[in-house]
């Protein structure tokens, strides 16, 4: 299973980015769980946000509100929608399948939110 990540760069406080996720390789992402994770250097990668099969949501609580994860199973996508971006949003944002017991990453995309 692959993942490749986009859609980061750079934003200002209060502006909005939108992380894609494209996943390959695996045959049955229905059944799979997704999520975003990020990390500040020196800091522990942390989860945001997650998604089910069900399409259930749980979500960090410094980005519920403001922060949407969906996914697409026909094109195997998992979108997160960021807005009202902070300083503190700042940092790599990563995708995470866990398919079978096993977990997969994609390669990082950077969100800097900076004026």
């Known amino acids: 299973v692959q993942l490749q990540a986009s859609g980061g760069g750079l934003v200002q406080p209060g502006g909005s980015l939108r992380l894609s996720c494209a996943v390959s390789g695996s045959r049955i992402f229905s059944d799979d769980v997704l999520a975003w994770y990020r990390q500040v250097p020196g800091e522990q990668r942390e989860m945001i946000a997650i998604i089910g099969v069900g399409r259930g949501t749980n979500y960090r609580e410094s980005v519920r509100g403001r922060f949407t994860i969906t996914r697409d199973n026909g094109n195997m996508m998992v979108y997160l929608q960021m807005n009202n971006l902070k300083p503190e949003d700042t940092a790599v944002y990563y995708c995470?399948?866990?398919?079978?017991?096993?977990?997969?990453w994609g390669q990082g995309t950077q969100v800097t939110v900076s004026s």
């Open positions: 995470n399948v866990e398919e079978r017991g096993q977990n997969y």
